[in-house]
Each structure stands twice: as C-alpha cells, then as structure tokens.
C-alpha cells in the first residue's frame, strides 16, 4: 500500500494502529481511526513498568513484567525502551515511564471499554449524594504530633487494586476465543477520598484499571471487595471508582497543590511490586513544581503537567498518595523515569489539577471535551513528497488524515491533506500542541479560527466545536 492510497478516506484496509487525535473516545477504535501509515522514526520510549504476569509490546511501547509475588529479583525481566519523549526542563532526553500495573491490551477509547467489561447501573443517582471534592488550606503541623502518627493514619485510606482481564484462549489452529475466567493482569493502588452512607469512593490512576474485566480492593484490614467503575479519563490518567461504604473506616483528605515549593517534605504511600508490600512508605522533598512531561495514552499523546518527587516511586505505586507533613494528599503518583543511571525522578499528578477531574468523573462518569472530528499527523513524521507544495517557510505543523462525516470539521470545510499550523492564531505544531490547545482554551460551542495550508496556499477557515 502506498503513502497516496492511505490517504483516501475511503480506505477501508488501513492497517495502523493509529487512533484519531481529536475524536471522541468513541470513535477512536477499530477502522474508525484511520490513519496513513506514514513510515514514522521509531523513538525508544519506555510507557510502563506494569506489574503484570506476561511482558507484551502495545501501541509501540515495552511493557516490563514482574511476578505477582513482588520479588526483588528480577534480572530476567528489566525494563525495556521504546519511543522516547522528551522531558521538558531537562539537558537529556529521559524515558517517561507510567508506574503502573496493568496491560493495556489494545488502542482502547475510556469510554467503551467501560461499556463492554462493567454492567453499570444509573451512576447519576449516586451523584447527588456525592460532596464536590476541595482541596483543604494546609496548616502548619502541630508540635506534639509525629510524622509516623500521620503517615499510619492516612495509610488505612490508601487501598491495593488488582486489575483482572479476560485472556483469549487459542486453539491447535491459531483460533482465539475469549476465556470465561479472568486472569490478573497487575495491581496498582488508590486513595479512598470521600464516604457517605452507601458508597466511598477511590481515586487512582487510569492505567491501573483500563481494560479490567473485574477489579478487586484490598484494604488496609486485609479485607477484599470488588470495585465498580464510577468514570475515567485517559488523557489525565486519572479514574474514580466505588466500594461499599460498610468496608471503610478512614478517608483522605486533599491538599492544596500550588503552595508546593521545591525542599518541601513528601510522602509516597502504595503497594509497590503488589500486595506483599502493601502501604510501603518512602520520604523525600519536592523537586520541582509545574514540570511538563510528554506522555501517550490509549486516547493519544499528551503533555502532563506534574510534581517532580525523589521519593521512591516503583512499579504498584501507581494511583497511591503524595502526602504532605499534615498528612494531606498533594499528589497521585503515575510516572517515573525509568533508564539506567537515573535515580529519584518520581512524578505525581497535583491534586489541584486532579480535583475538577474527579468532582466531573462522578457526576458525569467521564470528560467531555470539544470536538473537531479529524485524524492528524504530525508533519514532521511525514515524508516531504506528501506535503502538497508547503512553503519552505512551513516545517512544523499538523496535517488532516481523515474527516469524520457527520462532524463539524466536514461543514466546515476542512478536508484530508489539509496541514494546520494555527488555532485563533496560536502556532500549532504538533497533534499533541492541538489537542493540549483544543481542551484547555476553548470550550464547546466556540468557533475557531484555523490557519490552513491547502495545496500551498494559506487558509482560514472558522470551526464551530461540537462534543
């Protein structure tokens, strides 16, 4: 197949594994999402160290294993690179590793896999009992009180979740068929945050429970229930989940974020390497404040704004609590560095950008987001034959791979080679500076002004957003 027959819409082959930058969740499957298969650099970019039992290699990323036993050795099993990004602030390109514990099996949109693996019932009832989470003022630690006190209070709201997955089953001829059973795929932790008198609820990372056919919590009395799905997003790696409210006796409560400075004193409180070291807790200072890491997601590439911590922060940390000398959570851990010769670089998404996320996850049970209805690539993961006669001027950019066409950007006028280099005037050079523009700037409803090259020639052309 060659670049001009993958950029016909029609195509029905595509055989990528592309997803479409800008699509709802879903329509981000299957042979919605296509893609031209674009011969693209190979960057070494480690995704994960998942706690799981088999080492499979998704979306152009290494998944490293590990026993479910957590044992320290593991010389066999060390982490693997593939498709590095960059780390902003940094002199050296780093691996950005999402500390996790599950397998993401396929390019899967947060929103249908919930539908396919969770019988769910009316969520919005639950809403209305439901408090808006706020991040509580810090206050100054009492004089009497002790850092161990604190640490064993806050660590009976911190919680393991096991991550449970459906196998396929493959026959003497290469057949495969789903399994009845549901096998455990990796373990990762959560943070109990609010209780009322039927349900609490968790908060933790996306990666920790996408794919789930079933999720087990175990508790800090060794109690063990099974949690439902309230809502996900995997763009800010973030997910809610409930439990019965009989189960929990303490919940955590947040801290404010933004009065974080570098030396202040963290604790990182989770299950690294499973179960065995359930509520492990590890000291250190915050790094940095307000770092910018490039990650991807099974809903695309996005720039995540984190804390950086040198508190230890392995494989099963993922979704546990960065707390506070108070005791309050300032942080979810989700990332980590992991490459050879590199040493205490954690990463933890700021409670004040993980509250609005979670308060919309349980009213909503996920994030609506505006919508264009195009597939993109970046420009410069495309040979130049392809670039329709851009002005040399132009090297940075966004070009259009497919229009959806029930969507605003087909009324609009936009259509497949088209190359987008501005949104109401800001510079875009890349799907992933797009996508962070389209949802942090405009709402839906807004007309946006794109600067278009067509054939060589600059366009604009105005785009009503939808959702």
Do not use: C
């Not at 674009?38 to 799981?52: F, M, P, V, W």
């Not at 806050?154 to 393991?160: C, E, H, L, P, W």
């Not at 991550?163 to 789903?178: I, L, R, T, V």
């Not at 404010?256 to 390497?273: C, E, F, H, K």
């Amino acid at each position: 197949m060659n670049y001009k027959d993958e950029f016909n819409p029609e195509n029905e082959q595509n055989e990528t594994n592309s997803i479409d930058l800008t699509m709802p969740a879903s329509s981000q499957n299957g042979s919605d999402a296509e893609r031209p298969n674009l011969d693209k650099e190979t960057h070494d970019y480690n995704r994960a160290s998942y706690e799981t039992h088999h080492t499979q290699e998704t979306n152009d990323r290494e998944y490293t294993t590990a026993s479910h036993g957590g044992e320290a050795t593991r010389s066999k099993e060390e982490p693997k690179t593939s498709n590095k990004r960059n780390l902003k602030g940094f002199a050296s390109t780093l691996a950005a590793g999402v500390i996790g514990s599950v397998l993401t099996l396929t390019i899967l949109p947060h929103t249908d896999y919930m539908k396919n693996y969770f019988e769910k019932a009316d969520n919005q009832s639950a809403a209305t009992e439901v408090k808006a989470v706020t991040a509580q003022p810090t206050v100054a630690k009492t004089s009497g009180s002790s850092i161990a006190d604190t640490v064993e209070k806050v660590s009976k709201a911190i919680v393991g979740i096991e991550n449970y997955q459906k196998q396929q089953n493959s026959d003497f001829f290469g057949n495969s068929s789903p399994s009845s059973q549901s096998v455990e795929t990796g373990s990762g932790s959560g943070v109990i945050f609010q209780k009322n008198n039927n349900d609490a609820y968790i908060v933790t990372n996306n990666h920790v429970v996408e794919g789930a056919s079933k999720l087990e919590i175990s508790l800090y009395n060794g109690e063990k229930t099974k949690a439902e799905v309230v809502g996900t997003d995997a763009l800010t790696d973030l997910a809610v989940l409930k439990i019965d409210a009989k189960y929990v006796n303490a919940t955590a409560s947040f801290g404010d974020s933004s009065t974080l400075r570098p030396g202040d004193q963290v604790y990182a409180i989770g299950n690294p390497l499973g179960l065995d070291l359930s509520r492990t807790v590890t000291q250190g200072i915050i790094s940095a404040t307000n770092r910018s890491i490039a990650v991807d997601t099974s809903a695309g590439s996005w720039d995540t704004n984190v804390i950086q911590t040198d508190a230890a922060i392995n494989p099963g940390n993922s979704g546990g609590a960065l707390i506070n000398s108070q005791g309050q959570v300032i942080g979810i851990n989700s990332l980590k560095i992991s490459e050879n010769g590199v040493e205490g670089l954690g990463f933890a998404i700021p409670s004040n950008d993980a509250i609005p996320i979670v308060n919309q996850l349980i009213k909503n049970g996920k994030i609506e987001r505006p919508y264009i209805g195009i597939g993109l690539e970046d420009l410069d993961q495309i040979p130049q034959i392809y670039w329709q006669n851009l002005p040399s001027s132009v090297q940075k950019g966004v070009m259009i791979t497919q229009v959806d066409p029930h969507s605003a950007a087909l009324s609009s006028g936009l259509e497949v080679k088209d190359v987008i280099v501005s949104m109401n005037g800001t510079k875009i050079g890349s799907s992933s500076e797009l996508r962070k523009y389209l949802y942090t700037k405009v709402n839906v409803g807004d007309t946006v002004k794109f600067g278009v090259y067509r054939n060589g020639k600059l366009k604009t052309i105005d785009v009503k957003l939808s959702k």
